[in-house]
């Protein structure tokens, strides 16, 4: 019977992703990060912008601090990525909103270009995709930025997420992030 359990324990970590399983610290690690991280920019689009005009807070930001806070060691997580896929898809959506007025080929188009840009330079970060789709989609407020929208929100965004994933997830002992030294532009393996 206790040969039994440990082989359904096991099956079971297969089956969970090992981020998920309980483990209070971790948890409480990536609260704090993202809650901070997050609450710094909501603090500044409160005490500098409208309060209903919520330009600081684009959505892909949610998803980033589920990568940079929650699963630290994933490559889709690390600064390179990070900032790479964000700033890269921020581009490429003002661009094609620029270029081309029919949304529902605008959108698709944007989002896709931006998958293979991150691709292509190695940055792939999947909010990235949002940050693209929502330069294209987000509303007269976001579209008016045109290419200011790659600096803020895009790029003052990212800095704050990423100075607190730097400074809370490094912490506790038993995290670490970057997983490795942290180098932007990376020569290629081939």
Not at 151 to 179: D, E, M, T
Request: glycine share 8%; charged share 10%.
């Amino acid at each position: 019977m206790s040969i039994k359990k440990n082989r359904t324990y096991r099956k079971t970590k297969y089956v969970i992703y090992k981020e998920t399983l309980l483990n209070v610290n971790e948890h409480i690690w990536a609260f704090i990060g993202s809650f901070v991280g997050l609450g710094m920019i909501c603090f500044l689009q409160f005490q500098a912008l409208s309060k209903y005009d919520l330009t600081l807070l684009i959505g892909s930001f949610g998803a980033s601090c589920v990568l940079i806070y929650g699963v630290i060691d994933s490559p889709l997580a690390q600064p390179r990525n990070f900032i790479g896929g964000h700033l890269i898809s921020a581009i490429i959506g003002v661009t094609i909103f620029k270029l081309i007025s029919i949304l529902w080929i605008a959108a698709p188009l944007a989002v896709s270009l931006s998958i293979i840009a991150m691709q292509i330079t190695k940055t792939l970060h999947p909010p990235g995709g949002a940050t693209a789709l929502i330069a294209v989609t987000g509303g007269t407020t976001i579209t008016n930025l045109g290419y200011m929208y790659v600096l803020s929100p895009v790029l003052s965004g990212v800095i704050i997420l990423l100075i607190a994933a730097l400074i809370f997830n490094n912490i506790p002992k038993n995290r670490k992030y970057p997983k490795k030294s942290f180098h932007f532009f990376q020569k290629s393996s081939k």
